[in-house]
């Protein structure tokens, strides 16, 4: 007898990745549009959770109204012997994974950006309430992680109880955060990897360390070190750091090592500290990035929770898209919130003397880390909307960028990279052009061509 057999629809690995577009969706539960939304993992003590109770607070799924989305909150609480409070963010990472198993279901980001979707024809299958999502993920944590004796769950659609368990969970994620601040990439031996995005990104591998959270926020190097000990052949794992090869920039020979590995070859070197060169990967469920501004050589900050415009005319999904995919896009740089607090943040790149540009909610977030000579000179979405006046406030306030303007050019890639790309075949000669006016040259447009070259000789001949 199938685990699933009481569930309207198919549930299992084929289905991991599915997208629902939103004119094929049934209802949307969190999202961009609304504020507030979470989910939770809390360990308790045995007898204080009840094994596969399922509470609902507020409207269940049948009773939503069809195309439209609502505030949401998950909260699990989970009991064992072998249970402890580092595990807590572990275990809300897998509702990821787990949700994604249903048919006509999609889950996307963590913790408080979550945003989740049901199919149409899911729903005109039968699946329409909570009860059936309670029942598949509390079988499918219980069969993959058997240190959880006892699960309960709790959905949420009433918005005042989401808004009180969502102002909790804040108050819970900067607690578990907190704890790694301090430690130093130099202090351990090991680095943990994260591979739970690659059903969307399959080139994408997070590196975590205690000065660079996992990309999604929800995984810090406690996190790794309590799920890679319960779980060691589970989506997180060691990773030996191996050779330091540069240390300002954040790269490990054994980082390298296990990058080619697990993206077969595609991606070659990752340095931590950088958005140049060999930037860390992205899949899409990071919680900001960094984008290069070219015009003023510096860096712009944006969050998902950031509706509006950057101060370069790109909102966040535009710049999302350029940044995910399990690519390395020069001066693009998918990061968690976590990861602005730490004294590794764009390292290489010069820090924040290079950030020039960001939204006022994440400046309020993390302003008790930015150098108290920088702060108030990088500005937000309230002090500018757009290059020119952001080249007017870093002059006024004498920005330390506006020193770099007439000395170096922006950070560029050490080496080029190889891309892998199909073999363009030219003829066997190439046409010939003779008797062109003095200071006259030819210029070669290539569209939408992706070229593999050895070697490339331009030679001058004459007659």
Excluded at 284 to 300: H, K, L, M, R, T
Excluded at 358 to 367: A, D, F, L, Q, S
Aim: hydrophobic share 35%.
């Amino acid at each position: 007898m199938s685990m699933f057999e009481d569930i309207p629809v198919g549930v299992g690995i084929i289905y991991e990745g599915e997208r629902i577009r939103g004119k094929d969706m049934q209802i949307e539960l969190g999202g961009p549009r609304e504020p507030y939304k979470f989910e939770l993992v809390q360990a308790r003590n045995m007898d204080e959770v009840e094994d596969g109770k399922i509470s609902i607070i507020g409207a269940d799924i049948s009773e939503l109204k069809p195309g439209t989305n609502h505030p949401f909150g998950l909260l699990i609480e989970v009991a064992g012997a072998g249970i402890e409070k580092d595990l807590e963010g572990v275990i809300e990472r897998r509702i990821h994974e787990y949700l994604n198993f249903i048919e006509g279901f999609m889950h996307l980001n963590q913790r408080y950006d979550i945003q989740l979707r049901l199919s149409i024809k899911s729903f005109e299958k039968g699946l329409n309430s909570f009860n059936m999502l309670g029942k598949v993920l509390q079988r499918l944590f219980k069969s993959e992680m058997p240190f959880i004796e006892k699960i309960q769950f709790t959905f949420m659609t009433d918005l005042e109880k989401v808004k009180e368990w969502y102002q909790k969970a804040l108050e819970i994620y900067e607690s578990r955060d907190s704890r790694a601040r301090g430690m130093n990439d130099g202090d351990v031996d090991v680095f943990y990897g994260c591979s739970l995005c690659q059903s969307f990104a399959p080139t994408h591998l997070c590196v975590i360390t205690p000065q660079r959270y996992a990309n999604c926020g929800a995984i810090s190097w406690f996190d790794g070190r309590a799920t890679a000990k319960i779980d060691p052949k589970g989506p997180v794992f060691e990773i030996p750091k191996g050779e330091l090869l540069d240390e300002k920039k954040g790269e490990y020979e054994g980082v390298n090592q296990t990058i080619r590995e697990k993206s077969l070859g595609e991606i070659q070197r990752v340095q931590l500290y950088t958005a140049f060169g060999y930037p860390h990967t992205s899949c899409g469920c990071f919680e900001g990035c960094a984008f290069y501004i070219p015009e003023v050589d510096g860096f712009g900050l944006v969050d998902r929770n950031f509706k509006g415009e950057t101060v370069n005319g790109l909102n966040f999904v535009t710049i999302s898209d350029l940044t995910a995919g399990g690519r390395q896009v020069d001066g693009f740089h998918g990061l968690s919130i976590e990861y602005m607090r730490s004294s590794k943040f764009l390292q290489a790149d010069g820090g924040w003397s290079r950030v020039v540009w960001m939204p006022m909610g994440v400046k309020e977030r993390i302003k008790n880390f930015i150098p108290e000579d920088i702060l108030e000179k990088i500005p937000t979405e309230k002090d500018v909307s757009n290059l020119e006046e952001l080249k007017s406030f870093l002059q006024e306030k004498n920005h330390p960028i506006v020193s770099r303007w007439s000395e170096t050019p922006a950070t560029e890639p050490e080496t080029p990279r190889e891309i892998t790309a199909p073999t363009l075949e030219l003829p066997l000669e190439m046409p010939s052009y003779q008797g062109l006016p003095s200071g006259i040259g030819i210029k070669i447009i290539m569209k939408n061509a992706r070229i593999k070259a050895e070697k490339m000789i331009i030679k001058i001949e004459k007659k």
